[in-house]
């Protein structure tokens, strides 16, 4: 059975790293307050990056491995993953507010709202807020 490992953003800009065996499910857990301590305090919490392992056990590994990483360690993994391809289709912003040097673009593939990036790593979007 596969599992993810996610990163959200949450609203002071913190990242978030978790694992799951249902991604949707646990994205809607954390928006809901009910996802953790750290997250629940830090409301809202925005999807910006995960990706699919083969089994749970290697998954909690690229979850420790990903902890461990500097702060900037993890934006450039992050960046550097979703400058790779190209994504599939572009869902257009509702407000552009930022200088669009920091923006990145959405991008959708299949109900979940991902686009396939190296490695089987998905990106839903970076904001300014976490930009270097």
């Known amino acids: 059975m596969s599992a ?6 949450c609203r002071d800009g913190s990242l978030y790293t978790g694992w799951t065996n249902q991604l ?3 994205v809607k857990t954390h928006q809901a307050g009910k996802g953790g301590k750290y997250t629940r305090s830090r409301l809202p919490v925005r999807l910006v990056g995960a990706w699919r392992k083969r089994t749970r056990r290697e998954a909690m590994r690229e979850e420790v491995l990903f902890k461990q990483c500097t702060r900037l360690e993890k934006l450039k993994k ?3 993953c979703f400058r790779t391809k190209t994504p ?3 869902r ?8 669009l040097s920091t923006l990145f673009l959405v991008c959708l593939a299949g109900w ?4 396939r990036c190296l490695g089987g790593f998905f990106l839903l979007g970076i904001e300014s807020a ?3």
């Open 4 to 9: 993810w490992v996610y990163v959200l953003r």
């Open 24 to 26: 949707e499910k646990r």
């Open 78 to 80: 992050l960046r550097k």
């Open 88 to 90: 599939a289709r572009v």
């Open 92 to 99: 257009p912003r509702a407000r552009v507010s930022v200088r």
């Open 112 to 115: 979940l709202g991902v686009a």
């Open 130 to 132: 976490i930009a270097v």
